[in-house]
Nanobody, 128 residues
Framework: QVQLVESGGGLVQAGGSLSLSCAAS????????MGWFRQAPGKERELVAA????????YYADSVKGRFTFSRDNDKNTVYLQMNSLKPEDTAVYYC?????????????????????WGQGTQVTVSS
């Protein structure tokens, strides 16, 4: 079992920045590919960014490309999502998720069903 805990959400004005963190505990010695999803009210959960275990490959949704940056620190079992130039349409609950993969794997996962572990979510609200 892996437990994921997000932090760093909050209220920010349009154009501002927030940095989300996701700390993993439990069976963190296993290799995991990581992802950040978000879900706005009345909308489906969508993938924002995904990161291979090796760090060699990263995916960003077109809506956040150039504004959001995903990073991970395997020594600290923590992943981050730096969000800049925030827009009101970025308002959502943000979730980090972990997908079981292989050591050294270079691929990321884009489907929510591929992720086994999920955090509880953190609210991000961007005011206009």
């Amino acid at each position: 079992q892996v437990q994921l805990v997000e932090s760093g959400g909050g209220l920010v004005q349009a154009g501002g920045s927030l940095s989300l963190s996701c700390a993993a505990s439990g069976r963190t010695f296993s290799p995991y590919a990581m992802g950040w999803f978000r879900q706005a009210p009345g909308k489906e959960r969508e993938l924002v960014a995904a990161f291979s275990w090796s760090g060699a490959n990263t995916y960003y949704a077109d809506s956040v490309k150039g504004r959001f940056t995903f990073s991970r620190d395997n020594d600290k079992n923590t992943v981050y999502l730096q969000m800049n130039s925030l827009k009101p349409e970025d308002t959502a609950v943000y979730y980090c998720a972990a997908a079981v993969t292989s050591t050294g794997a270079n691929y990321y996962y884009t489907e929510a069903v591929e992720y086994r572990y999920w955090g509880q979510g953190t609210q991000v609200t961007v005011s206009s």
